[in-house]
């Protein structure tokens, strides 16, 4: 997946993304790294393969989820103003391959952003840039209530 866009994030936002990322149990738990940021678009790594290895050998297909999952609202943060927030309404993940234990990246773009709705479309790949995952969320925008 091409990003569309490489416009760089205000750098107050792409703080509070990084914190986010740092900061949260979930992605600490799951192992992942945050790679690059743009506006609309994200690349994470599955750093902790090891950890989410199914009986055959291969990384399990929640972990790829949940790293689809983790790319998507990211993505969407890179968006969203100070006054919004995103709720995943909608999550579909078709996995085209096992993926062997290795280098796996996840990239999140954003499709479309409206007032109330986005979509994000991301891919998850191996290291040789094979197509593992593909995943599409839709995400519910609310306004923050004061």
Not at 22 to 37: A, R
Not at 56 to 69: F, M, P, R, S, Y
Not at 91 to 103: E, I, T
Request: charged residues 30%.
């Amino acid at each position: 997946m091409k990003p569309d866009s490489v416009e760089p994030l205000e750098p107050q936002l792409e703080r509070i993304i990084k914190e986010k990322v740092d900061n949260s149990s979930y992605y600490k738990h799951l192992g992942v790294d945050l790679l690059g940021l743009s506006v609309g678009t994200i690349a994470m790594e599955l750093k902790e393969v090891s950890r989410c290895l199914d009986a055959q050998g291969k990384v399990h297909n929640g972990a790829i989820a949940g790293l689809a999952d983790v790319c998507a609202e990211i993505a969407l943060d890179t968006v969203l103003s100070q006054e919004e927030s995103g709720i995943c309404v909608e999550q579909k993940v078709n996995f085209l391959k096992p993926a062997d234990p290795g280098k796996i990246l996840g990239r999140g773009r954003i499709v479309q952003r409206g007032e109330r709705i986005a979509v994000i479309e991301v891919e998850v790949t191996d290291e040789n840039e094979g197509l593992l995952a593909k995943g599409m969320s839709t995400y519910l925008i609310k306004k923050q209530v004061s």
